[in-house]
């Protein structure tokens, strides 16, 4: 087992920062508050300093008992109450990005077949706290998971993997855009509030985009990729959005967000020469060993002019052709 110094900041499996432990008395086991370096380059200064010290400490020698330190008790121990916190928050705000929170706007959506995990995706609230647009390709049967029940997962920080919280069920769907909107339903009475992001009234070559989402590389936590506007194709009656976002498996079905942390799209296809499926990612070697590079390899993130979003304007469409006026 290695040691680590006391005199050095540790982080967790869990992402959690713990400063360095103030010395611990061997005798007592009480903790004592560590001690601050002040650097002083004047020599001036610094004699000055030095002797407005000797004049504190011989007043603290001359009043005694009569004015006790507040770090000490009454019997002359330190007091352990003024150790220092040993966690560091992350600071206030760090959960909006683009405009957009984070925390409150963006899921993880988990489909199930037999009880059984089998399918990832990403989503975003639209419209109120109860619906989720997501990729109609995260929750369509396939022969590797036969969907029974559908979950979302939040978050409660940036840094931490989702939980699941909520149960779903499919209310609306478009397969030609590979959108899908989800109704939610919060497991508990704690759950997290939930906001809904506004959809981009208009998108534009060039625009700068933020995508959010949990891609199946990198960890369990929320991943943020950039990129822009690439060009527009128009195929299946669907206006595509072409970008230069770098997303992966996991990622379907979130968010690409401009400056004002509007929707503008869903990232979603991806042009894979011949492999005829709806993907988010490109198997670009053969990870597998059989002397092939297909579908049965590892799908890898890839950038460029490569991959395709839904636009946020078919969510609208799709709502509105259910009652549902956003």
């Not at 998971?145 to 478009?174: G, M, Q, W, Y």
Request: aromatic share 4%; hydrophobic share 35%.
């Amino acid at each position: 087992m290695n040691h680590i110094p006391p005199d050095r900041p540790t982080v967790g499996m869990d992402g959690k920062i713990t400063p360095p432990k103030a010395p611990v008395s061997l005798k007592t086991g009480i903790v004592y508050p560590k001690k601050r370096r002040f650097a002083v380059s004047n020599p001036n200064v610094a004699a000055l300093l030095i002797v407005a010290s000797i004049l504190v400490f011989a007043g603290l020698v001359i009043l005694g008992d009569k004015n006790p330190s507040p770090s000490s008790t009454e019997d002359g121990a330190p007091n352990s109450t003024v150790a220092e916190s040993d966690t560091v928050d992350l600071a206030p705000g760090i959960e909006i990005v683009s405009g957009v929170n984070v925390i409150k706007s963006i899921v993880q959506v988990v489909a199930q077949d037999s009880g059984e995990d089998c399918a990832y995706g990403s989503g975003s609230m639209i419209i109120d706290s109860s619906y989720v647009l997501t990729n109609f390709h995260v929750v369509e049967d396939d022969e590797d998971c036969d969907i029974d029940k559908i979950f979302i997962e939040t978050i409660e920080r940036i840094d931490l993997a989702p939980v699941r919280t909520h149960s779903a069920e499919i209310f609306a769907i478009n397969e030609d855009a590979d959108l899908a909107i989800l109704k939610i339903k919060p497991l508990s009475s704690n759950g997290v509030e939930l906001i809904p992001v506004k959809i981009a009234p208009e998108v534009r070559l060039g625009d700068e985009l933020t995508a959010i989402g949990f891609p199946a590389i990198g960890g369990e936590s929320v991943t943020v990729t950039k990129g822009e506007i690439s060009g527009f194709s128009n195929y299946g009656g669907v206006r595509w959005i072409k970008s230069s976002i770098s997303i992966s498996g996991g990622n379907s079905g979130g968010g690409a967000f401009n400056l004002n942390g509007e929707l503008v799209g869903v990232p979603t296809l991806m042009g894979v020469p011949g492999i005829d499926e709806t993907t988010d990612c490109r198997p670009d070697r053969d990870t597998n060993g059989d002397g092939e590079i297909d579908s049965d390899d590892e799908c890898v993130s890839m950038g460029g002019f490569i991959n395709s979003l839904s636009p946020g304007s078919g969510a609208i469409e799709l709502a509105k052709s259910k009652g549902l006026i956003p």
